[in-house]
C-alpha cells in the first residue's frame, strides 16, 4: 500500500478530492493537523462524493504520529528542489508527503529524519504551484504505476 501525506491541510475540497483518490488507488491518506477545516465540512464531503466509506483515511496529531504508519520511505514534494519524482523508483510501503496550501512544506518538515528525498513535479517557469490534490494524484499515479498498478482494473 501506499501511503500519501497531507501535512496541515488548508481547504476541505482539496482533501476532499484526495479522499476519492484513496478509494480509487487503495492508497492511505494520512491528515497531520491541525486541519483547517471539519471533517465533516460540506465541500470536504461534496470533492469526496461518495467514496468516503471505501477510502482508508487516518488523521494524526503530528508528524511523528503519520510518519510511524509509513513503513517505506517518505518523499517529500516541494518546488525546493532539481530531483524530479518521475526519476525516483517508488516502494510498497511509500509515502508522499505534502505541505498546506498555499505554503508547502516548512524546512522543519523537510529536515525531519524520516524523509528520504525532496522531489518535485514539472512545472513551466513562472507559476507558484499546482493544485494539492490534482500534485498528490500525479504523485500517486507515477508510485502505483510502478508498481504495476497492483489490485487496479
Not at 491518506?29 to 491541525?34: A, D, F, G, R
Not at 465541500?43 to 467514496?51: E, M, N, P, S, V
Request: with cysteine.
Amino acid at each position: 500500500m501506499l501511503h500519501v501525506i497531507f501535512f496541515e491541510p488548508r481547504i476541505p475540497g482539496n482533501t476532499g478530492a484526495a479522499i476519492r483518490l484513496s478509494a480509487c488507488t487503495g492508497s492511505m491518506l494520512h491528515l497531520v493537523e491541525p486541519l483547517a477545516f471539519d471533517m465533516e465540512d460540506a465541500k470536504l464531503r461534496r470533492a469526496g462524493l461518495d467514496y468516503h466509506d471505501l477510502a482508508h483515511v487516518r488523521v494524526h496529531h503530528d508528524l511523528a504520529d503519520a510518519l510511524a504508519e509509513v513503513p517505506g520511505r517518505v518523499w517529500a514534494f516541494t518546488g525546493h528542489t532539481t530531483t524530479l519524482y518521475s526519476d525516483v523508483s517508488y516502494a510498497d510501503g511509500d509515502g508522499l508527503l505534502f505541505g498546506p496550501e498555499p505554503t508547502g512544506l516548512p524546512e522543519e518538515v523537510m529536515s525531519d529524519p524520516r524523509i528520504t528525498s525532496r522531489v518535485r513535479i514539472h512545472m513551466l517557469p513562472g507559476v507558484r504551484s499546482l493544485n494539492l490534490a490534482n500534485s498528490a494524484s500525479i504523485a500517486l499515479y507515477e508510485a502505483w504505476r510502478q508498481l504495476g498498478f497492483p489490485g487496479g482494473v
